[in-house]
């Protein structure tokens, strides 16, 4: 190893970022503005991570990341701090959604509110004393109800099977897999941050978009990172010298950076595509053999005519399980629909296929004819391996505080270990910030 002229290790930079999204940009940006030299590595063409706009089918579609609300306070300072605006998605004409033996129904939305009402809040009933503070969604009885998942309170609850079916279809939606796949907790957590009030976590996680997309929000926050952003570079190791006090980042490509620390912003699922030295601790080997709850899809799906604004729920046993109207507009082949959908299990549908989302989009509605798909699958992106964070029972008190623990010079910074919106961009911002804050202090000239 090289020194400088003072004999101390010669260093790339004080800190070495491991991906360039939100988790990622925040943090450099925080540590530059605090002195530290950083060099972001992100192994994707682009920066946003797991947000992604894309141009598709005539629109910007949001392939990754979508919604954002008022009260995810990470997400509003950021957005204030870059002047982003939200428009909200359609406000909808028709509610559609299947009953007691998967019996379609329709009608208003005020009619498919008052069928989930009550069961919606029997599921969440006791989230004030789960989790008195959203800020810390492992304190409190929480601990004793983190064994039970999702589908094992509704079983508890003796809803008739019209309710039932509906109550669950809502959650499908919200936690990307089937239920019996998620702890309760997922759903207590994010209920709780917005003050246990079931009706504003499902605004916060469905109505309104950020103007000009994702990207261009991403964007802007790489431009105030002081510091070099290496698109196209994969880390395949980190190496760790305790005696020196630096760290060894290796890419693909075989180039070797030394810096005096590292932070890893790579999901749970992902985090093996790197070799840690010396070892990760056990926590992250045991969560990534069992994943992470969400397995499931996402898919934006054109269809002829100008439909009425509608948003649908099918079962956990379909291959999608929400379904609704985004955007509106007139090609060459006349007028058409842009609709959003998302299913549990990434295995039961191919989102490039035309015909296969047709008859996924059948469940829902039989008159609607598939023109065109657009999507990504992040199961199958090395880079993610999963969409967006849900805990399996148990996970969330059993390893949350764990996962934020360092492992030497090594930081995690991930939606997947924040406190407040684990899963959301707002819980990347949080954990970026909260890196940073760290890495700063103990890098502070004494």
Known sequence: MTVDGTGAPEVDADVVVIGAGFAGLVAARELGRAGLDVIVLEARDRVGGRTWTDRRMGHDLELGGTWVHWVQPHTWAEMT??????????????????????????????????????????LIDDVRSAI?????????????????????????????PEARSANESVWVGHVNARLDQVGLSSAMRWVAATGGRWQLMHEASATYRVVGGMSEWTRLIAEDVPGEIRLGTTVASVAQDPDAG????????????????????????????????????EVWHRAADETVASQGTKVWVKVRGAVPRFFAYASQRHPLSVLKSEYFGTDEQGEYSILVGFGPDHTQLDVTSVADVQAAVGAFRGDLEVLK??????????????????????????????????????????????????GFVDGAIESGLREAKRIAEELAPS
């Open 81 to 122: 701090r870059y002047q982003r605006d939200i428009v909200r998605s359609p406000a909808v004409e028709e509610a559609f959604w299947l009953g007691a033996g998967d019996a379609p129904r329709r009608g208003s939305l005020a009619e498919f509110m008052a069928v989930i009402d009550a069961g919606q809040q029997q």
């Open 373 to 422: 798909v657009a999507a990504h699958d992040w199961m199958k992106d090395p880079l993610s391996r999963n969409t967006w964070m849900t805990h399996r029972p148990g996970q969330l008190t059993r390893d949350l505080a764990e996962l934020r623990e360092p492992h030497g010079l090594v930081r995690f910074a991930t939606t997947d270990n924040a406190n407040l919106w684990g």
């Open 132 to 160: 008195p503070r959203g800020v810390e969604p492992t304190v409190g009885g929480i601990r004793e109800l983190d064994a039970l998942s999702i589908q094992d309170r509704f079983d508890a609850l003796g809803l008739d």
């Open 246 to 281: 630096l760290v060894s980042v290796t890419t693909a490509d075989g180039a070797t950076l030394r810096a005096r620390r590292v932070v890893s912003t790579l999901p749970i699922n992902a985090i093996r595509g790197i070799a840690f030295e010396p070892v990760l601790p």
